[in-house]
């Protein structure tokens, strides 16, 4: 099976612009999860969506926001990008979104705001 | 709300030789889940091992192993006979049905 893909791996975008990034889970997997890394921040969870439907979100602003489409892919948009945003986003999916909750994280969107 | 922490920010290991990297956690939960992650320098993060609170058993996978102490909040990841493939970031990750968590990591390096 392939992997968990992630586009674009790179980006490189303005402040004031928004973006959105693109997840696309393992075939077969429901789940889809969305982490922001930085150096200062480390992994942080930004939101989980199971079956189209948010089932947690992280404590991040209003300006990102994500969604799932049918098919499973997800895509979580930014914003009014701020410096701050400058990180790693790492997807990952999962089976099912319920126990155990084993997840598979692609290889990461680097995302540079400046 | 929950934290994970892992203390060590680095640690260093001779090829062959074992090591261990510390987590602590803190949750009012009863059903939870934790996890050691790997990340190398590629940047894909990828599943080491998982441990059930539930499960007194701790669990093994191959050369890595954990010492799970639920009762201190405690969940330690080793590594024996250790290899240079692995070199890595790791991280030790909480999960309950509504909150998912990682620590700030510690970076391993393997010396030959």
């Known amino acids: 099976k392939a992997g968990v893909t992630q586009t674009p791996r790179y980006l490189i975008k303005t402040r004031g612009q928004q973006v959105t990034l693109s997840c696309s889970p393992i075939?077969?997997?429901?789940?889809v999860s969305w982490y922001q890394q930085t150096p200062g921040q480390g992994l942080q969870f930004l939101f989980e969506?199971?079956?189209?439907?948010?089932?947690n979100k992280g404590n991040f602003p209003g300006r990102f926001s994500g969604r799932q489409f049918s098919n499973s892919r997800s895509e979580m948009n930014v914003s009014t990008l701020e410096l701050g945003d400058s990180a790693l986003y790492l997807c990952?999916?999962?089976?099912?979104?319920?126990?155990?909750?084993?997840?598979?994280f692609g290889p990461g969107t680097r995302l540079t705001v400046t | 709300a929950q934290t994970v922490t892992q203390s060590q920010p680095e640690m260093s290991v001779q090829e062959a030789e074992t090591v261990t990297l510390s987590c602590t956690y803190d949750?009012?939960?009863?059903?939870?889940?934790l996890f050691w992650y790997k990340q190398p320098p590629s940047r894909q993060m990828i599943l080491v091992i998982r441990?059930?609170?539930?499960?007194?058993q701790n669990a093994t996978e191959n050369r890595f192993s954990v010492n799970f102490q639920k009762a201190a909040k405690s969940f330690s990841l080793k590594i024996s006979d250790s290899q240079l493939g692995d070199a890595a970031m790791y991280f030790c990750?909480?999960?309950?049905?509504?909150?998912?968590?990682f620590g700030a990591g510690t970076r391993l390096t393997v010396k030959p």
């Open positions: 990952a999916s999962s089976l099912a979104g319920s126990p155990p909750y084993e997840q598979y």
């Open positions: 075939s077969g997997h429901r789940s």
């Open positions: 969506y199971f079956s189209e439907t948010q089932r």
């Open positions: 949750t009012s939960e009863s059903d939870y889940y």
């Open positions: 441990q059930e609170a539930y499960k007194q």
């Open positions: 990750a909480y999960r309950s049905a509504g909150d998912m968590r």
